[in-house]
């Protein structure tokens, strides 16, 4: 575990050491490039590919941060998150790698495809009402009764150290950036581009994507405290969650700007890069491509990294496809 | 224009020179891994993504062998093609890289979108009834008026020495391999498949991948001379076209065997690389990894080189979740 407790703790030095602690765990994703994308944007992009990451997105840094970071005598007792998405999958794996159990608490009307995955990576589900009383009540059971660690999806320190591992791979493999662009939810990837690139590269701008239909970061940061967004909804279903204190540290001190796009936006450029990138991603990856469609001059001339975070879809409810 | 005529002139001196020729127009495409696609087939698995090259097929690199070994003579009246696949967008590409016209030759009942992409890449199209008949005589018709250079999409020598140079990037991509594993259509991959590692790597197996549905190479495999499909009907549509005298050569010599698969199993591996790898591709590449699941035997414990040739896939119509 790492000796820290709040976001404005974390250092350089902890990234480094969660790249060395995950590296055997992860991949160092590619990065891709592609003439007719900068063509279109008058900008130079530069896609890291976190959609190739182990269990499909990057959350599987921050995961296996907090994982490997435990004594042996934690670790025994497993890990625990309540999580109906991406950050479930990626702590399952990372436990699974460890040979520890991960306790999920997931709403019983989750997708049963969701659940399946979770269980495909040894996950152990518990179900609870699909509301936020009954997910907090199971959560506390399961945490008493097992003495599994909490790993929160974003708002842990661990967590925002080993999304931060992105951007320092990113500056070994990308001669120079002006920007660098991701989509943000809760924050944790975009807290930890800022933890890196504030220390690493203080001069290169730091952009966070959202849906106009779930814009409380780009109203968070406008109005310069935490605003939760009141049941947002939108396609880009990762994007959901609110900002905590410690993503929030790292928002409001070093982003550039929020910017959004709308939904048929996000669809459109999430088409367009499944047709002239040829991978497959995310609706929240689209968002950073739709963001910069929308406001090209803010990109013009720039070479921008762009985190495509996550590839998990269900290939079967394509919004393009949906009537 | 390669000083040759047929297949069996091919040396890999044309294959190298094809390489240079090429480089500054096309990508060395990546070789992505997949542990679950390891364990899933006991083999280790080497993919070759021709999906990301220019154009997003390896016709490319025929096509750009076609066109830049013109003399500028030649090359002044362009070059002409009949096919309303991935060779008439490469040719467009090629043509436009050079500065020279491509005429393509396209029944008029060939989807819009196929049309539009063409023009895309600055191919100049003349539509013909789709019979046979109409598009030979029509395509006589273009080639007496401009005198442009015929580059048939894959009996072409310069187009197989283009092709082979897939394979030269493998070699040098991947440790070592056990064996290459491509689809088979009219040829060509295979065929400049056959051309590079003959030469270079002889003790690595070639695996030839088709459809049941259209598996003219496999019958003509097995007895020994050409036998060309009666209207074959399959989802993997780039792989309908029959071998030719040039293509025979080398599939009839040098080919470890042709391997088929079902309509359902392509499909099915199609779906499992876009779940698991993140990849667009088209219904064509997925017949090799289908090919493997479903002769499991003749791959385990190998090191595989798996050749995925292309990812223009109308996003529209996927096989999926068609009715």
């Known amino acids: 575990m790492l000796d820290v407790l709040t976001g404005p703790d974390l ?49 599987v840094r921050g995961a296996s941060n907090a994982v490997f970071g435990l004594s042996d005598a934690m670790a025994e007792k497993g890990v625990a998150t309540h999580s109906s998405g991406n950050h479930a999958l990626s702590l399952s794996y990372a436990a699974g790698r460890r040979g520890i159990p991960c306790h999920v608490v997931m709403p019983r009307t989750a997708p049963e495809a969701k659940k399946a995955a979770v269980r495909g990576y040894g996950g152990i589900i518990t179900e609870c009402e699909p509301s936020t009383t009954s997910r907090e009540a199971v959560f506390a059971e399961v945490h008493e009764a097992t003495g599994a660690d909490f790993v929160h999806p974003y708002n842990d320190p661990r967590v925002i150290a080993g999304q931060a591992t992105c951007s320092l791979e990113m500056l070994d493999q990308i001669d120079t950036m002006d920007a660098v662009i991701a989509p943000i939810g809760g924050g944790g990837m975009i807290s930890g581009t800022c933890l890196t690139l504030s220390n690493l590269a203080p001069g290169i701008e730091i952009y966070a994507a959202e849906p106009d239909q779930a814009d409380d970061a780009a109203r968070s940061f406008r109005a310069g405290h935490i605003i939760a967004d009141d049941a947002p909804n939108t396609i880009a279903d990762g994007l959901k969650v609110p900002l905590k204190e410690n993503t929030w540290h790292f928002v409001s001190q070093f982003v550039t700007d929020v910017l959004t796009a709308s939904e048929q936006e996000i669809i459109d450029a999430m088409k367009l ?49 949906l009537g």
Chains 1, 2 share one sequence.
Not at 303 to 321: A, E, S
Request: with cysteine; net charge positive.
């Open 273 to 321: 890069t499944w047709e002239r990138m040829k991978i497959v991603m995310e609706p929240s990856c689209a968002v950073p491509l739709a963001t910069i469609l929308r406001n090209p001059e803010v990109f013009r001339g720039k070479r921008v990294g762009v985190i495509v975070t996550g590839g998990n879809v269900d290939l079967d409810k394509l919004p393009w496809t």
């Open 11 to 59: 250092t350089i030095a902890h990234v480094k050491a969660a790249h060395q602690r995950i590296k055997p765990h992860i991949h160092c994703t590619p990065i891709l490039t592609s003439s007719y994308m900068n063509e279109l944007t008058g900008a130079e992009l530069f896609f890291k590919c976190e959609n190739f990451q182990k269990a499909g997105a990057f959350k």
